[in-house]
């Protein structure tokens, strides 16, 4: 009984999950930067939070799409891009992700992460941040701080989707799936207070 109950929470979240994808993605698809944007918002997105935040920072939001949209993802380099000074830059990795035992959780305040993997696979785990164990307290140089969760959400990122996780959102990227290397881009678009 005591793991038929956790099992039926995380059923619920997904099924509530589906249809705030498609809220999200019926949101997104009504503003015009959406026009040519080939990944779709995860089904994991918080879509409130989506909608707040795009409208508090609508200019740098629409800034990190169009640059997203206009680069050829596949052939950019390894490296650091400018977006919009402070407020949203990018990064490109490639590498083999880490074993589920090497990865972490972690969560931001200064910075919403915009996770999309632009080729391979890639396990990603979300749950809030406000009821996990925190195992090292927000560090601001860093922007970031990180826990211990047992319960959490956990989904197979691939080039289909992008990931948006706020400040609420705890979460644990770069889970390895195989041995593939993995490219992916994080644009860090800054929290509108």
């Known amino acids: 009984m005591k793991k038929i109950i956790p099992l039926l929470i995380i059923s619920l979240l997904i099924l ?11 949101w997104l698809k009504k503003q015009a930067i959406s026009t040519g944007l080939k990944p779709q918002v995860s089904h994991l997105t918080d879509q409130e939070e989506f909608a707040k935040q795009y409208r508090a920072n609508k200019m740098v939001w629409d800034k990190a799409f169009e640059w997203m949209k206009s680069q050829d993802l596949e052939n950019l380099a390894v490296g650091k891009y400018p977006i919009d000074g402070e407020n949203a830059f990018a990064s490109i990795t490639e590498m083999v992700d880490k074993p589920f035992e090497k990865t972490g959780w972690e969560s931001h305040k200064k910075y919403i992460d915009l996770q999309y993997i632009i080729s391979g696979k890639e396990k990603i785990g979300v749950a809030p941040a406000a009821t996990a164990e925190i195992i090292h307290p927000y ?5 970031a701080a990180n826990y211990k969760i047992d319960d959490a959400i956990y989904d197979i990122a691939t080039p289909k989707e992008f990931y948006l996780f706020f400040p609420e959102n705890a979460h644990r990227p770069s889970i390895k799936v195989n041995d593939e290397k993995v490219k992916k881009l994080v644009i860090k678009i800054r929290v509108a207070e």
């Open 139 to 143: 560090n601001a140089e860093k922007d």
């Open 16 to 26: 509530n999950g589906c249809k705030v994808h498609n809220e999200s993605n019926n």
